[in-house]
C-alpha cells in the first residue's frame, strides 16, 4: 500500500503508470493538476466554455482507458496536450463541416470575435478603445488561420512550447511546425499593417 | 535577400530556443539584410501583442467538472466497431443491397422513364410463347367460357325486348 504522501511526490509519468494499473488516486491527482491547462487550451482552440470543459474530461477519460499506452518517451504533459488537441480539432472540423451543411450563409460577424467572448477586461471600454480593437483585429486574424498554424501558434505563446515539443503534440516534424509558425506570422503581421 | 532558411527560423529564434551556433547565424544574417529584420521586428511585435493579451478563459466551477469526470468514468466506455462487429457487418451488408436494388431499379427505369419501357424487355423474353399454337388456342378456350357466361346471363335479361 501506498501512501497518500508518496503519490502527492510521484512525477506525472509514475503517475500515468499507477492509472494504467487502475489506481483511482493516482488519476485523481493527475487530473488535479492538469485539468486547469487542459482546459485552457482547449478553450483556446473552440472559444466555447461548454465545449472546452466536455473536451478537457474526454482528454482525461482518454488518459484513464489508454493509460496503458503511453510509453514515456515524452513527458506526461505533452501526451496530454496531444490528446487534447486532437479531440479540439477534430471537433472543430466536424463543426465546421456541420455549418457549412445546415449555415452556409454567413452570420453575425461580431458572433466570431473572440474577444466578443471573452470576459470584459479591467479597465474602463472607452480608455482602451483604440487597443482593443487593434487586437480584435489581431485575434480574429488567428481564427482564420488554419487549425494547424493556430496550435503550433497557441502552443507557443500561450503553452511556451518549444518547437521540439509542439511538433510532438501535433506529430508532424520540427520543419513543418517552422513553417506552421512562419506562416502564421507573416499571415497576422498584415493586420498591423505591414506587407507580407 | 531572404534566406528560407533563416525565415523560418525567426520564431525560434525570436523565443530563445536556438542553439548558440543557430543564433549567431541568424543574428549575422539579420544584421546584414534589411527585409529579413523588418520581418523579425513584425514578427516580435506579432508575438509579444498576442502574448500580452492573451484572453483567459471563463472561470468554470472545478468541483462541477470533477463531478462530471467521475460519472462519466463509472459509465460504460462506448464500444468500438471492433467489439461489435456482426452487427456493424449486418447493417453494412443490408446498406449495399439496398444500394444495389436502388441502383438495378434505376438502370431498368430507361430512357426518359417511358413505363411502357419497363414491359418491353419482358413481351420480349417471352415472345417464344407465342411461337407456340397451344397457348394461343387455349387463350381463345378462355373467351369461349366468356362467351358462355354471357349466352347464361341472357336468361336475365329484361322481358319484352326484341
Not at chain 1, 511556451?160 to 509558425?181: D, F, K, N, Q
Amino acid at each position: 500500500v501506498v501512501s497518500d504522501r508518496t503519490i502527492a511526490e510521484d512525477s506525472d509519468e509514475a503517475l500515468c503508470r499507477r492509472v494504467a494499473a487502475r489506481d483511482e488516486r493516482a488519476f485523481d491527482l493527475l487530473v488535479s493538476r492538469h485539468q486547469a491547462r487542459a482546459y485552457r487550451v482547449a478553450w483556446s482552440l473552440l472559444r466555447d466554455v461548454e465545449e472546452a470543459r466536455d473536451c478537457a474530461q474526454e482528454a482525461f477519460l482518454r488518459v484513464y482507458r489508454t493509460a496503458g499506452a503511453f510509453r514515456g518517451d515524452a513527458r506526461f504533459s505533452t501526451w496530454l496536450y496531444r490528446i487534447v488537441v486532437n479531440l479540439c480539432l477534430d471537433r472543430r472540423r466536424r463543426a465546421r463541416w456541420w455549418r457549412r451543411l445546415v449555415a452556409p450563409a454567413a452570420g453575425d460577424p461580431a458572433a466570431d470575435d473572440p474577444l466578443e467572448r471573452v470576459a470584459a477586461p479591467g479597465r474602463a471600454p472607452d480608455e482602451l478603445a483604440g487597443e482593443a480593437q487593434a487586437m480584435s483585429r489581431l485575434w480574429r486574424a488567428v481564427e482564420r488561420l488554419s487549425p494547424q498554424q493556430r496550435a503550433a501558434l497557441l502552443l507557443q505563446v500561450q503553452e511556451g512550447l518549444p518547437t521540439r515539443e509542439i511538433a510532438t503534440v501535433l506529430e508532424c516534424s520540427e520543419a513543418t511546425v517552422r513553417v506552421h509558425l512562419h506562416r502564421a506570422v507573416t499571415a497576422l503581421r498584415t493586420t498591423l499593417g505591414r506587407q507580407a | 535577400m531572404m534566406d528560407d532558411h533563416v525565415e523560418l527560423e525567426l520564431v525560434p529564434y525570436l523565443s530563445g530556443e536556438l542553439d548558440a551556433a543557430a543564433r549567431t547565424r541568424v543574428a549575422a544574417h539579420l544584421a546584414g539584410c534589411v527585409g529579413c529584420r523588418r520581418l523579425a521586428d513584425d514578427a516580435r511585435e506579432v508575438l509579444g501583442r498576442l502574448a500580452a493579451t492573451l484572453p483567459a478563459p471563463p472561470e468554470i466551477h472545478w468541483g462541477r467538472f470533477r463531478a462530471d469526470l467521475a460519472r462519466r468514468l463509472e459509465a460504460p466506455a462506448p464500444r468500438s466497431w471492433r467489439a461489435r462487429p456482426v452487427p456493424l457487418l449486418a447493417g453494412a451488408a443490408l446498406a449495399a443491397l439496398l444500394v444495389v436494388i436502388a441502383v438495378r431499379g434505376l438502370g431498368h427505369r430507361g430512357a426518359g422513364g417511358d413505363p411502357l419501357a419497363l414491359e418491353d424487355p419482358g413481351i420480349g423474353a417471352r415472345l417464344g410463347l407465342f411461337e407456340s399454337f397451344r397457348v394461343v388456342e387455349r387463350l381463345e378456350l378462355l373467351e369461349l367460357l366468356e362467351n358462355l357466361d354471357v349466352i347464361r346471363d341472357l336468361d336475365r335479361l329484361p322481358q319484352g325486348e326484341g
